[in-house]
């Protein structure tokens, strides 16, 4: 589970080699250290790397014609302008689901036509202005589709689908398992009438041309994955057998591949995503139909980590405790789900170098004040001390982008970085961390007197 012996360091190019030298860098710098106690790191080359990697596998996985593929990045996982932009940058599209996210969407550059707008509660207002700016949208429902009826314009270019729910099952993280019977998202497929009611949607709107299904995601096996995507291929070829024209032109297969969170190399691999979905619906790939894809987390999680100081440690009932600043406002879901989100940790000295000290089980706790605040359980590291810094790895996906804003701490800055072949570390700025006087904005600071002016007699 350690990575930090320096007996254990991978070849110099690879993306786990790039850590140290950066980790390095940030203490030498004062980008990681007393007054930025906490920083998220994003691997510049690493990214492309990821993005070569799926573009690869799916132009292998095409037979002869090869379909029109756009891969659009889920922006929840990383919702981060610069991030974006190096996303678009890469041949991306975008994937979003609020308003927030169309914004900074189209904020980091992508044209209106790369980007598809999915959510469940999608208000009027929020499909009217996705319809006048040419995003692709994805109903969720029945409902959502009569509104569309009233709200498209004539002439609108954005391409529409119906989002179906394939119901194939759980994977091991019930929170993350989209494809389950009851699943708040899409139409239930196995639902008594739903496949009925489905093809007479599309019967009634020729300009319903897509299908969608997110099956998913961490913790579901990639064979449960293509069984969902299988089923809605199936579903569109019913569909367009039951119109006798081929109205579904497009199936976006969404995103939910999994990330193993234990260890530098990566598993699943788009290549063998792509080949158990070839396995498991072979017309996906012989040109009939345009994909759509809508991958985060395995995009980015391996593109990531999160460094935090150690501020002190301590013995508690015989166990060691490293108090650090990373805790739950930026490892949210492994504080809260310990079991389900592990993570890898690793252990530097104030110089920022791999440490090299005795082995003992510590708890590695955060900043936050509830009990529970501990990224790392009872963790074989070697033992940690005021000054150290701690890496918690394959953090690029849905960690420090998606901070949490308990006990009012800040959202930690996050910096992009490349290593050259002779080691060269170079930082570039994603986003400063919030400061005292945002915190306090956000805090209401400009209605400070309002609770008390009610009370005030009129
Ligand atoms: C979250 C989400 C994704 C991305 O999921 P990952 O597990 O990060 O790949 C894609 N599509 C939809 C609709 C989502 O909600």
Not at 68 to 81: C, E, M, P, R, Y
Not at 280 to 307: C, Q
Not at 309 to 320: F, I, N, P, S
């Amino acid at each position: 589970m350690i990575q930090s012996s320096a007996t254990l360091a991978p070849a110099p190019t690879s993306r786990a080699a790039r850590v140290a030298p950066v980790v390095r860098h940030a203490v030498r710098t004062g980008a990681l250290g007393a007054e930025h106690p906490v920083a998220g790191f994003v691997d510049v080359e690493g990214v492309r790397e990821s993005v070569a990697d799926l573009q690869a596998a799916f132009d292998a996985a095409a037979s002869g014609a090869a379909p029109g593929v756009l891969h659009t990045f889920a922006a929840k996982a990383a919702s981060l302008i610069p991030v974006l932009r190096l996303l678009a940058d890469s041949g991306m599209g975008c994937e979003v689901a609020s308003p927030g996210e169309l914004r900074i969407a189209l904020d980091a550059g992508f044209a209106p036509s790369a980007i598809v707008f999915d959510s469940p509660a999608k208000t009027r207002d929020e499909l009217r202005q996705a319809l006048a700016l040419g995003v692709a949208v994805n109903a969720d429902s029945f409902s959502e589709l009569r509104r569309v009826d009233e709200l498209r314009p004539e002439g609108c270019a954005s391409v529409l689908g119906l989002r179906v729910n394939p119901q194939v099952g759980t994977g091991s993280i019930g929170a993350m398992s989209t494809a389950t019977a009851t699943s708040k998202f899409g139409v239930p497929l196995r639902d008594p009438g739903a496949r009925e009611r489905v093809v007479r949607a599309f019967a009634e709107r020729p300009w319903l041309t897509r299908l969608h299904a997110h099956v998913g995601s961490q913790g579901c096996p990639i064979e449960l994955i293509a069984a969902g995507i299988a089923e809605t291929y199936r579903l569109a070829e019913e569909i367009n057998a039951t119109l006798g024209v081929r109205q579904v032109t497009s199936i976006d297969i969404g995103g939910g591949l999994p990330v193993n969170f234990d260890g530098d190399e990566v598993r699943p691999t788009f290549a063998e995503y792509a080949r158990a979905l070839r396995e498991a619906v072979p017309g996906l790939f012989d040109g009939s139909y345009a994909l759509v894809t809508e991958f985060g987390r395995s995009l980015l999680a391996k593109n990531g980590f999160i460094a935090a100081l150690v501020e002190y440690t301590k013995d508690a009932g015989g166990r060691r405790v490293a108090i650090t600043h990373a805790g739950a406002q930026v490892a949210t879901r492994t504080v809260l789900m310990p079991d389900a989100w592990p993570l890898r940790v690793g252990a530097f000295d104030a110089d920022g170098l791999p440490k090299d000290a005795p082995v003992l089980p510590q708890d590695v706790a955060g900043p936050c004040c509830f009990a529970g605040d501990v990224v790392a359980h009872a963790r074989e590291l070697p033992e940690l001390e005021e000054g150290d810094i701690v890496v918690l790895y394959d953090t690029g996906a849905y960690y420090f982008s998606t901070p949490w804003a308990y006990n009012s701490l800040p959202y930690p800055a996050v910096h992009g970085y490349t290593v050259s072949g002779g080691g060269e570390v170079r930082l570039a700025p994603v986003r400063p961390a919030q400061t005292l006087d945002e915190i306090a904005a956000a805090s209401g600071l400009a209605h400070a007197g309002a609770l008390t002016g009610l009370l005030a007699p009129a």
